[in-house]
């Protein structure tokens, strides 16, 4: 069984919300994952600054553009792997690489700080869950410590995680950092998954 999603076949099917993601032109599924985080906690505000992490193929970046910027504001994408968004809007700008690889870091922090930093970054899966959850806890846990200097005081974090690993220490991290440290499992993740979303609202001001 692949890690992240449980046994049956639904992944082969295309499912209501890979069908609505192809007709409304998304290039994943997953954009629906977002717009159930943007209505329930209100993370994103047109004009912001977003920094959006595992960004490709790019359905988040076209969903915030599309629907939440208002035509202002700027996105900042990054992947491994190359966005599949042809015309790229003007406002986003696409880094490819490792995110969390020094000279990676240094491009994205030169373009922030953010409102909010979002990431729907997965690892490659292994097919054991143990290691699948470590390794999304690993991403996840390098998100949180570049937060300080990538967003805005006030701003918002939204990151996957593999249930199964160190969900307990993730989001006590991130209690340290926000205000309000929420979980929340959006509809529109495939019944077989085993993800999550934390989402950080409120970044307190850091202790001088
Ligand atoms: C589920 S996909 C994201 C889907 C995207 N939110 C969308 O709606 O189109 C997860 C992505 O995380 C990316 N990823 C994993 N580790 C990464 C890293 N260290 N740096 C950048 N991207 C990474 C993968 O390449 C993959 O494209």
Not at 19 to 29: V, W
Not at 82 to 87: E, G, K, N
Not at 119 to 136: F, H, K, Y
Not at 177 to 184: Q, S
């Amino acid at each position: 069984m692949a890690a992240g999603k449980r046994g049956g076949n639904s992944r082969s099917q295309l499912d209501y919300y890979s069908l609505k993601a192809k007709k409304e032109g998304y290039p994943a599924r997953s954009v629906y994952k977002l717009e159930e985080i943007q209505q329930k906690f209100q993370i994103i505000k047109p004009g912001n600054t977003v920094l959006d992490i595992g960004a490709a193929p790019g359905s988040w970046t076209l969903y915030v553009h599309r629907k939440l910027l208002k035509g202002q504001g700027h996105i900042v994408a990054v992947d491994l792997k190359p966005l599949m968004l042809d015309p790229l809007p003007a406002q986003v700008t696409v880094l490819t690489g490792d995110a969390f690889a020094p000279e990676q870091v240094d491009s994205i922090t030169s373009r922030g700080p953010y409102h909010a930093v979002i990431s729907d970054a997965a690892p490659s899966t292994t097919g054991n869950r143990s290691v699948d959850s470590l390794r999304s806890q690993g991403l996840a846990e390098s998100i949180i410590s570049l937060v300080p200097q990538l967003l805005h005081p006030g701003g918002n974090l939204v990151i996957k995680l593999f249930q199964g690993g160190g969900e307990q220490e993730v989001v006590k991290a991130m209690r340290n950092l926000f205000t309000r440290v929420k979980t929340f499992k959006p509809k529109a993740c495939r019944k077989d998954s085993f993800e999550i979303f934390l989402i950080g609202s409120d970044l307190k001001r850091a202790e001088m």
